[in-house]
């Protein structure tokens, strides 16, 4: 007898090997799941999130969720104040919600938006360790505007993804929108929004437009990317990632 409980999760990624459960520990799901053991007896509560964050990246809020026992006494303010109070500063819980049974935070999410934070300047400024990515070179944010226009839509994106050791059946996704905001020689973001996210997608589609920006690639150059490999010629792949420390998980659409 058990109760679904919605969370929204929100955490600093540079003590953790990222949001999934891995052998050695030391991820931001085993974090959760130590809190909820504690609550419970030390019964574990396994707890599902929206899909993977890597290692160093953030989440503003990440979505989760967990099957509490109905026989627990605590209400949505206890359950958040009690998490809180097992976690390591690093993680926190924003937001704890009742669920319907058949809510999934996975496969009931219909698209996420992340941010990229970009600092554009000779020098990073210490507060921003481990927060944004240092780009000394001159940005032309014209170039890079452009360039993210031919993005996105709907493409095959399989050029845009890293190798998690399984290929990917499908590379289609849908970008909605990337907008950027900002200014050369100072702080610049980068929003996705998009229907679902491939392997390291936002890394690389972040990187191989600071190529671009930098005038080190062409507009073109991606557009070759976005196209299909011929039969039996291997694909084409970017190589140019974005550090995870610039990457923030900013919100899970349903």
């Given at each position: 007898m058990t109760r679904r409980l919605r969370l929204t999760v929100a955490y600093d990624g540079r003590p953790f090997?990222?949001?999934?459960?891995?052998?050695?520990?030391?991820?931001?799901?085993d974090a959760l799941e130590a809190a909820?053991?504690?609550?419970?007896?030390?019964?574990?509560?396994?707890?599902?999130?929206?899909?993977?964050?890597?290692?160093?990246?953030?989440?503003?809020?990440?979505?989760a969720h967990a099957d509490v026992p109905r026989t627990s006494r605590?209400?949505?303010?206890?359950?958040?104040?009690?998490?809180n109070a097992h976690l390591p500063p690093e993680v926190r819980v924003t937001r704890c919600q009742w669920a319907a049974p058949e809510f999934h935070a996975r496969f009931a999410a219909r698209g996420k938006r992340y941010i990229y934070r970009i600092w554009n300047s000779p020098v990073l400024p210490?507060?921003?360790?481990?927060?944004?990515?240092?780009?000394?070179h001159p940005l032309d944010l014209t170039r890079l505007r452009a360039a993210a226009e031919l993005l996105t839509g709907t493409h095959d994106f399989g050029g845009?993804?890293?190798?998690?050791?399984?290929?990917?059946?499908?590379?289609?996704?849908?970008?909605?929108?990337?907008?950027?905001?900002g200014r050369p020689g100072g702080l610049i973001t980068l929003t996705f929004e998009g229907d679902g996210f491939l392997y390291k997608m936002v890394r690389l589609l972040t990187g191989s437009l600071v190529r671009v920006a930098i005038n080190r690639a062409e507009p073109e150059w991606l557009?070759?990317?976005?196209?299909?490999?011929?039969?039996?010629?291997?694909?084409?792949?970017?190589?140019?990632?974005?550090?995870?420390?610039?990457l923030y998980l900013a919100r899970v659409f349903y």
């Open positions: 090997c990222g949001w999934q459960s891995q052998a050695g520990k030391g991820s931001v799901q909820f053991a504690t609550l419970n007896g030390g019964v574990r509560i396994p707890v599902h999130g929206s899909g993977r964050t890597d290692s160093g990246v953030h989440a503003l809020a990440q979505s605590l209400t949505l303010p206890g359950w958040l104040a009690a998490l210490p507060l921003e360790i481990g927060r944004a990515w240092l780009v000394p845009f993804a890293a190798n998690r050791g399984v290929p990917c059946p499908d590379t289609v996704r849908t970008i909605h929108k990337i907008d950027l905001k557009t070759g990317l976005l196209e299909p490999p011929q039969p039996g010629a291997p694909r084409v792949k970017t190589s140019f990632a974005a550090p995870a420390e610039g």
